[in-house]
């Protein structure tokens, strides 16, 4: 019942940017905590950035301060990663997810297990 579609994803050069989007379906959006996880070729899965929809709060990775941006329009179930200066350890599979623990949980926003559904992921390869 619920569905997340990630999308934007593509083969950019070093210092090029992506805009990822994951549009969201089948649960009350506003309601959810939504998270942004890298995973790099031969890696687990890590947390990039995330958002609590009805505050709109952040979260980033020390990786990714000052160059990524998340967001979410509400009107459109929809969240996006701006991903800026780009670099080749930015490659490989971005997921969006989303939780309802997260919020009831401090310092849980960039753990997987907290996560309950997840998107299919967009790959995204940055060449130096």
């Known amino acids: 019942d619920v569905q997340l579609q990630a999308s934007g994803g593509g083969s950019v050069q070093a210092g090029e940017s992506l805009k990822l989007s994951c549009a969201a379906s089948?649960?009350?959006?506003?309601?959810?905590?939504m998270g942004w996880f890298h995973q790099a070729p031969g890696r687990e899965r890590e947390g990039v950035s995330s958002i609590n929809n009805k505050s709109g709060r952040t979260y980033y990775v020390d990786s990714v301060k000052g160059r990524f941006t998340i967001s979410s329009d509400n009107a459109k179930n929809t969240t996006y990663l701006q991903m800026n200066s780009l670099i080749p350890a930015d490659t490989g599979l971005y997921y969006c997810?989303?939780?309802?623990?997260?919020?009831?949980?401090?310092?849980?926003?960039?753990?997987?297990?907290?996560?309950?559904?997840w998107g299919r992921g967009t790959l995204v390869t940055v060449s130096s």
């Open positions: 089948g649960f009350n959006f506003e309601n959810y905590f």
């Open positions: 997810a989303t939780s309802r623990r997260v919020q009831y949980y401090p310092n849980t926003h960039f753990r997987p297990e907290y996560y309950d559904v």
